[in-house]
């Protein structure tokens, strides 16, 4: 059966038995211990909230696959795999890659680990890797209305950049209705400006920046979130913890001067 331990043997004997007595000469053959384990794991996140993950797990295929068909990943709470809850399904031989879908609870999780899958059994002992969990949300934002007619908006939203900007390649602002959630206008897409903090945006981000109209006092909040990508091609996530700006009600709910 699957996870025989070897010992100190090297020979398996057969041996034919009658009603009565055992074969007391054998046939014996050496047998080949497989191994067949994955290295170099991978994993960036780039879901940029707190306790969240998001991104691709690649691994090195072993070195010995011939009884391999596939891999397994989970993420587990300690190394080895202790607490396991598995990543997507079974990876068929020839990839070496699965993606973590962006906001999976990150929860008591600290390894992501990889085995490797014969026609008889997953392996025991598994590939590990530590997971480190990144987290980019902008601080300070600010947004000094210039635009003296009630109930329209204009001039410049600034904000410090997040610590760890590993992994963000632009900012998403929009104007939103409550905190969290509900309804969203995106009203600006900023590009990265590594030289210069606070980074500014404009309201709007093109036309007459002296005048933004908010649509009759739907808006009351200024949400501004870091966005990071998946591949050279594809936009991935931002982070759903941003920085607000906001009192009640319109128009005074951004600073007029």
Same mark, same amino acid.
């Not at 939103?176 to 590594?194: K, T």
């Not at 606070?198 to 006092?217: H, K, M, N, R, Y």
């Given at each position: 059966p699957a996870d025989t331990l070897v010992g100190s043997g090297a020979f398996i004997q057969l041996y034919t038995s009658s009603a009565t007595v055992e074969h007391s000469t054998p046939t014996s053959f050496m047998f080949y211990d497989a191994f067949a384990s994955v290295s170099d794991i991978e994993f960036i996140d780039k879901d940029l909230d707190q306790s969240e993950l998001g991104g691709d797990v690649t691994w090195m295929e072993p070195r010995h @696959?011939?009884?391999? #068909?596939? =891999?397994?990943?989970?993420?587990?709470?300690?190394? =080895?795999?202790?607490?396991?809850?598995?990543?997507?399904?079974?990876?068929?031989?020839?990839?070496?890659?699965?993606?973590?879908?962006?906001?999976?609870?990150?929860?008591?999780?600290?390894?992501?680990?990889?085995? !490797?899958?014969?026609?008889l059994a997953e392996q025991t002992t598994p590939g590990t890797l530590q997971v480190h969990d990144r987290f980019a949300s902008v601080s300070n934002v600010s947004f000094p209305d210039y635009d003296l007619d009630r109930t329209e908006l204009g001039g410049e939203v600034s904000w410090v950049a997040p #610590?760890?900007?590993?992994? *963000? !390649?632009? =900012?998403?602002? =929009?104007?939103?209705?409550?905190?969290?959630?509900?309804?969203?206008?995106?009203?600006?897409? *900023?590009?990265?400006?590594?030289?210069?903090?606070?980074?500014?945006?404009? *309201?709007?981000? @093109?036309?007459?920046?002296? !005048?933004?109209?908010?649509?009759?006092?739907?808006?009351?909040?200024?949400?501004? !979130?870091?966005?990071?990508?998946?591949?050279?091609?594809?936009e991935f996530n931002r982070t759903w913890i941003p920085r607000l700006l906001s009192s009640d009600p319109l128009p005074a709910s951004f600073t007029r001067v």
């Open positions: @696959s011939a009884r391999v #068909e596939g =891999y397994m990943v989970y993420l587990a709470v300690a190394e =080895y795999g202790f607490g396991r809850s598995q990543v997507g399904a079974m990876i068929k031989f020839g990839s070496n890659s699965t993606p973590v879908l962006p906001e999976t609870a990150l929860d008591t999780f600290t390894h992501i680990v990889v085995y !490797t899958l014969s026609s #610590e760890d900007m590993s992994q *963000v !390649t632009r =900012y998403l602002v =929009y104007m939103a209705e409550p905190i969290f959630g509900g309804q969203e206008f995106l009203s600006g897409n *900023v590009s990265l400006n590594s030289s210069r903090s606070p980074t500014p945006f404009l *309201v709007p981000e @093109s036309g007459d920046a002296e !005048t933004f109209s908010d649509d009759g006092d739907a808006y009351n909040f200024l949400n501004v !979130t870091p966005f990071a990508n998946m591949s050279d091609d594809s």
